[in-house]
């Protein structure tokens, strides 16, 4: 999904815990391993508490399953980067030192040593190890990395393999060779709430051994709006970067989570962490240790979220629905019925909610199954049932969309006499009938229809929802436009209807369309 402020504003997550480059050695805090082939946090060694004097028993125990993740890769570097030398004999066509001749500048390329550190914990005695994708994914987001590392808390390191990794939940499992690992054992994130204790243990910034305590400060908690493992426990415990994969602990001593993510303005803590869900991330690595690919159910379709200005042009109650901004031709949604800006009010009988998203609520149906969705369509509320399939792979999702990069050019840039905005109008554009010539100069695709924006009085709600010049309004509340008699009629109709506000379906350049609702200024 992409938010209705996408053309000209994007907010910011600052900080999302990613792979560390620094090097150093890990250290300890911990005890060695106790009772091998008992969990760590097995209920006959682990007695229930309250908010304790101090974490310190129960740091001690948990520590020796909790490791740290190194990771080695070799990537390409061209030996020309920033070298003045090269630059200037290119400019003359000689070769630059040590390239292969004939005037090019050709040098053979070079690679460099890339690293990351991170965190992770076992959850069976024989080496199975959980930690995040990011950490392991290769150099600009293909492959894996050359070799991978799990460093112990008594220094021993291990090579280890990659199991299987889910870059959509950002979920990995190694496996390293050995026995009687000490491990933990998942908990039940579905009972966590709002103000309990937790201890999270990592390996911040390579400082490994790391413990830090707070209490779940929000459960569900969504930072892009999309996808089904946009759904985080949000923390006050200290969570950094190389805290990434490392395990989130209720004070029984069980995972209820795997530390994934910040957000803050500097990139360091501020007391936003976020970690995924056991109940999300156990059913990813049982799967990846069966050797199968985790199961989600998929429609095929683009979702917006509904915005207090589009809830009030389709005349529901915000927070309740979500939009459909486009569905994919030949797959399970197409097949089902299902429309662009249908408004999905629920899936399986479980209302849509910003806690439980419509893709949220897809990805957890079996796929085969067969489920009832309750729509609004034209103000009528009406059921499909769609035949839910089996999520693709983040690279055939991507053939499927095939979406390109936009070039975004407006179909004048050099025009400086753009028209006046009229006094007095209601969206706060200006309009006139899209032709082919317009189509080609604003990039958007052969046969496309609709009125192209050619001015935006700045004061408006359209200018600040990010409407601009060159922008394509094919539809206003469903209806399509062609003309500026057809964009009055639509407004006065949501005006006689009591609409605050009205639903535009806009195109730029080679982008998806996308629906955005403007409100209507008083009269």
């Known amino acids: 999904m992409t938010s209705p402020k996408e053309f000209s504003k994007v907010r910011y997550a600052y900080g999302v815990a990613a792979a560390l480059l620094i090097g150093g050695s890990a250290f300890s805090l911990a005890t060695g391993p106790v009772g091998a082939q008992v969990a760590q946090n097995a209920p006959a060694v682990m007695a229930p508490q309250g908010a304790p004097m101090s974490f310190a028993d129960l740091a001690a125990r948990l520590q020796p399953a909790v490791v740290n993740i190194s990771t080695r890769q070799r990537v390409p570097v061209s030996r020309q980067q920033n070298d003045p030398l090269a630059e200037f004999l290119r400019r003359f066509g000689q070769p630059a030192p040590g390239g292969g001749g004939g005037g090019t ?19 069976s005695a024989d080496g199975y190890v959980v930690t995040n994708n990011h950490l392991i994914q290769g150099a600009g987001g293909t492959g894996t990395v ?11 390191e291990l090579p280890a393999r990659i199991i299987g990794r889910d870059q959509a939940s950002d979920l990995a499992l190694l496996k390293v060779e050995g ?4 491990y933990v054992n998942w908990g039940d994130s579905q009972r966590a709430r709002v103000g309990d204790w937790v201890l999270a243990i990592g390996n911040p910034y390579g400082l490994g051994g790391t413990v830090t305590s ?5 459960l569900h908690r969504g930072i892009t709006g999309a996808g089904a493992y946009d759904r985080y426990i949000q923390t006050d415990a200290s969570i950094n970067m190389g805290n990434s994969g490392g395990p989130m602990f209720d004070l029984n001593g069980n995972v209820i989570g795997v530390n994934s993510a910040l957000i803050s303005p500097t990139g360091a803590s501020v007391g936003i962490g976020l970690a995924i869900p056991a109940e999300l991330a156990r059913p990813v690595i049982d799967s990846l240790r069966r050797g199968q690919r985790p199961q989600r159910g998929y429609l095929g379709i683009g979702l917006l979220p509904l915005d207090e200005s589009s809830a009030a042009a389709l005349g529901i109650a915000k ?3 979500e939009l459909v901004r486009s569905v994919v031709p030949g797959q399970p949604a197409q097949r089902a019925g299902l429309q662009q800006g249908d408004v999905i009010l629920r899936v399986g009988g479980r209302p849509v909610t910003p806690d439980e998203t419509a893709s949220y609520l897809i990805a957890n149906v079996t796929p085969g199954q067969r489920v009832p969705i309750e729509i609004i369509r034209d103000g009528r509320r009406q059921t499909v049932t769609a035949t839910v399939a089996q999520r693709p792979t983040e690279e055939e999702l991507a053939r499927i969309g095939g979406a390109t990069t936009p070039e975004g050019t407006p179909f004048d840039p050099n025009d400086r006499n753009q028209p006046a905005v009229p006094a007095g109008q209601a969206l706060g554009l200006s309009l006139q009938p899209l032709t082919a010539e317009i189509a080609q100069a604003v990039n958007v695709p052969a046969g496309t229809r609709g009125m192209v924006v050619t001015n935006v009085d700045p004061n408006s709600d359209a200018a600040e929802k990010g409407i601009q010049r060159g922008d394509v309004i094919i539809s206003i509340n469903r209806q399509a436009v062609n003309s500026q008699a057809q964009v009055t009629a639509a407004v006065d109709a949501a005006r006689r209807a009591n609409r605050t506000a ?5 195109r730029r350049a080679q982008l998806p369309e996308l629906f955005i609702g403007i409100d209507l200024p008083p009269r």
């Open 146 to 156: 050359d070799s991978v590392t799990v460093i112990l808390t008594d220094r021993r």
């Open 319 to 321: 927070d309740r629905g």
């Open 214 to 218: 707070g209490i779940i400060s929000a």
């Open 105 to 123: 500048g050709e040098a053979p390329s070079r690679t460099r040593e890339t690293g990351s550190l991170g965190s992770g914990f076992f959850i």
């Open 179 to 182: 026995a009687n690992f000490p």
């Open 502 to 506: 009205v639903l535009l379906l806009v």
